[in-house]
């Protein structure tokens, strides 16, 4: 049986994933606001940015200086031509109404995580993407509508509420952020390990620990 996203799992285990980390989180937000406007470092710390999440949606740890490691750049060339292809792309569907364009910016939205967390091509990520994600393009809409949806209704709420409904508001907006980033992070799990079944891309080799060492045998009672 073939697996697909579940709405309640899905919305569940990215509120899990905000809560556990939180902390990184902001702080990583923080510092990628305060050096995108850095040209070139900010090339590293979007790239950065990709990778921890994709860490996250498996359940790894992250560290927020992780954004400034050399080895981001190493993406550098493919990153471009992705994001030329994409938009490219999605800039010529918009001419047929806009309806594909939404449609093709989904179905292309984990492209960026393939190329930077599996290191495949340009051209192969872009494919992958549309293979993993065909099928549950609704469902990708949807999650992000309702988490929307959800911080529109509570900021309406928290806005009748006088004097600390701004900051109630501003608190609900920060956890929508984590928890949108979140859900990239969960999506994107879920469509690696589905490219994994599909055999696009080789599952990861899982390296055995190594065994403990016998007791030694002590010499019998005479």
């Known amino acids: 049986m073939e697996n697909k996203l579940n709405f309640v799992e899905t919305l569940k285990g990215a509120f899990n994933l905000a809560i556990a980390n939180a902390g990184s989180l902001v702080l990583m937000i923080i510092l990628y606001v305060l050096t995108i406007w850095i040209p070139y470092l900010n090339i590293g710390t979007t790239i950065g940015l990709i990778k921890a999440i994709a860490a996250i949606g498996r359940g790894e740890t992250v560290n927020a200086t992780d954004l400034f490691k050399k080895e981001n750049f190493k993406s550098f060339s493919d990153f471009f031509v992705l994001l030329a292809i994409e938009f490219g792309g999605i800039g010529a569907a918009a001419i047929f109404m806009m309806v594909p364009a939404i ?8 492209a960026p995580y393939f190329l930077v967390d599996k290191g495949t091509a340009p051209v192969k990520s872009l494919s992958l993407s549309y293979k993993v994600t065909f099928g549950e393009k609704w469902m990708i809409f949807f999650l992000t ?3 929307c949806l959800a911080l529109c209704i509570v900021s309406i709420i928290f806005g009748l509420i ?3 409904g701004g900051i109630l508001g501003l ?3 920060i ?6 980033i979140c859900l990239e992070a969960k999506l994107y799990a879920h469509f690696l390990q589905k490219a994994v079944d599909m055999g696009e891309i080789e599952a990861p080799v899982v390296v055995a620990a ?6 030694p045998e002590t010499p019998a009672e005479a």
């Open 145 to 147: 509508f309702v988490l």
């Open 175 to 180: 956890l929508y952020g984590l928890v949108s």
């Open 210 to 215: 190594p065994e403990a060492p016998a007791a």
């Open 103 to 110: 449609v093709l910016s989904i179905a292309w939205g984990f």
């Open 162 to 164: 006088p004097y600390i």
């Open 171 to 173: 608190l609900a907006s």
